[in-house]
């Protein structure tokens, strides 16, 4: 069993930064994929950002150049640095990771959620 902490969601202003974090715990053999979702008020959770063990990373459309997620192997983490925030990037934001356990090749795990306010 994989567990995920997050944390570094609160309210900013527009045009302000915020940095999320997210580690896993557990029995892990190695840790492929790690992201970002989130999920607004009455709509479904779509993909902020993903990144892979090596370090490729893809982002969802509304998110673009604004946002970086990045990962520290050594710790189990994924960071994701949110610039430029808009209102619309209001929601509440769940880590997401796909880990290799010495029982299962590929346990999907996601955190609790934090919120993140964007508003003046």
């Known amino acids: 069993q994989v567990q995920l902490v997050e944390s570094g969601g609160g309210l900013v202003q527009p045009g302000g930064s915020l940095r999320l974090s997210c580690a896993a715990s557990g029995i892990i053999v190695s840790i492929n994929a790690m992201g970002w979702y989130r999920q607004a008020p009455g709509k479904e959770r779509e993909l902020v950002a993903a990144?892979?063990?090596?370090?490729?990373?893809n982002y969802g459309d509304s998110v673009k150049g604004r946002f970086t997620i990045s990962r520290d192997n050594t710790k189990n983490t994924v960071y994701l640095q949110m610039n430029s925030l808009k209102p619309e990037d209001t929601a509440v934001y769940y880590c997401?990771?796909?880990?290799?356990?010495?029982?299962?090749?590929?346990?999907?795990?996601w955190g609790q959620g934090t919120q993140v306010t964007v508003s003046s």
């Open positions: 997401n990771t796909v880990a290799k356990t010495p029982w299962v090749p590929d346990v999907r795990s």
């Open positions: 990144i892979t063990s090596g370090g490729s990373a």
